[in-house]
């Protein structure tokens, strides 16, 4: 059955009315510090929500606490499994193929700049981190998990960084749309799940096609939590696939935030990766994203590209590539290790890492919109960011 989404003029109109409901109260009565300070305290997702917190910001944690009633129990509970065996290749194709994706897209790029992000990969990384986890426990929607405050907290960075920005008068909404539409959160859940696929599958490691689909149905679900329409939401992988290959072309390009960001992300895993193979990790990275994504964001080439090309090709010559496979399997689990096991909390001198309200932009001059390229047709996946 083909996906009949909105259109992509409607997609880039509209933010996320309940989420930016809240958050325009907030700003305008000074209460985000507040709001935070309380939101800490919220971790669980059978926690009552607490009695001091502004009567905007109670109504908005109600109002989007439900799951959504067509959500398939069963198919979250398959996925934990298939994170179980392949947790440690999922994590890294994200931490590495789709957070280089996410910075591909300009204007993304832009706006983590515009809100702290980009001297800070490591923030940004322990971020991803605890989404990814929290997305990937046992029965993350049950009254046990973690995730629904973490994706109610996510949605409201989302509003602000959206509000402020609208308030600060450099964007042209006529132009170029809602910063952090529907559209770049469309983006953002085909990047964490299709091109996650897409990128273990570059690497040699192979899902099941009902794993496959699960894992996509999993982003799907966590989409429309964050705020993304459910009309706005292909319902298979294959229709996602397709979706993205359309979208893809549009939304990515060059910039000198994507660049800084990748080049930040990359230092990091040198400073944590064991040092005899540090060096595969742009290779890596390379191999996951494809050479002109890797081109753009400036991630360097260089000898390590042949070892992880034999890693994910292990059956053309098993003499030859056996040392290959077991150095490159050193570095993609090294990577899923340092994600799974919240390692990379080292490098931000055992703070741990909160989703907080931004209320104010930085310092720094307001993202200017980048000059549009042949084919261009408005907003860029942003990363929504657990993490997105």
Same mark, same amino acid.
């Given at each position: ?6 259109? !992509?003029?409607?997609? =880039? ?13 907030? @700003? ?29 910001? *109670? ?24 994170? =179980? ?20 897209? !300009? ?13 800070? !990969? ?29 994706? +109610?907290?996510? *949605? $409201? ?9 609208? =308030? ?28 996650? $696929? ?22 799907? /679900? ?19 696939? +397709? ?26 895993? #040198? ?13 890596? /990275? ?13 991630? !360097? ?22 040392? #290959? ?11 899923? *290790?340092?994600? @799974?096991?919240?390692?990379?909390? *080292? ?42």
């Amino acid at each position: 059955m083909e996906h009949l989404a909105p259109s !992509p003029g409607d997609l =880039r109109t509209e933010g996320d009315p309940p989420a930016d409901r809240m958050v325009i109260e907030l @700003l305008d009565s000074g209460e985000i510090a507040h709001a935070n300070q309380v939101l800490h305290g919220l971790r669980h997702n059978d926690q009552l929500v607490p009695e001091d917190l502004p009567a905007v910001l *109670r109504d908005y944690l109600m109002e989007t606490r439900p799951v959504p009633a067509w959500v398939d129990s069963e198919r979250i509970a398959r996925v934990h499994a298939f994170f =179980r065996h392949d947790g440690i290749h999922v994590a890294s194709a994200l931490s590495l193929g789709a957070m280089v994706g996410c910075y591909a897209a !300009p204007m993304g790029a832009k706006l983590l700049h515009t809100t702290h992000r980009l001297d800070h !990969p490591h923030r940004r990384l322990s971020e991803t981190t605890q989404f990814l986890l929290h997305m990937m426990a046992e029965d993350p929607l049950g009254r046990h998990g973690d995730l629904v405050p973490a994706i +109610q907290k996510v *949605r $409201l960075i989302h509003a602000a960084v959206r509000q402020l920005l609208l =308030r600060d008068g450099h964007w042209d909404v006529a132009e170029h749309g809602v910063p952090i539409c529907q559209e770049d959160l469309l983006g953002a859940t085909l990047i964490f799940s299709v091109t996650v $696929l897409q990128g273990m599958a570059r690497m040699g490691v192979h899902c099941t096609p009902q794993e496959a689909e699960d894992y996509y149905y999993t982003w799907r /679900v966590v989409g429309v939590m964050l705020g993304l329409r459910a009309d706005a939401v292909p319902e298979s992988l294959a229709e996602a696939e +397709q979706l993205w290959k359309e979208m893809e072309p549009r939304h990515l390009g060059p910039s000198a935030e994507g660049i800084a960001l990748t080049g930040g992300l990359l230092d990091l895993y #040198h400073q944590i990766a064991p040092p005899g193979v540090r060096g595969a990790v742009p290779a890596v /990275v390379r191999r996951m994203v494809g050479s002109q994504v890797a081109d753009w964001m400036e991630v !360097p080439a260089g000898r390590w590209e042949k070892v992880v090309a034999g890693a994910a090709h292990a059956e053309e010559s098993v003499n030859a590539v056996e040392e #290959h496979h077991v150095l490159a399997r050193r570095v993609l689990d090294r990577v899923g *290790r340092i994600l @799974l096991n919240a390692e990379v909390r *080292r490098v931000t001198h055992g703070q741990s890492t909160e989703f907080d309200i931004p209320s104010e932009l930085s310092a720094g001059d307001a993202p200017q919109v980048p000059a549009a390229r042949a084919g261009d047709a408005g907003c860029c996946p942003q990363d929504a960011r657990p993490a997105p």
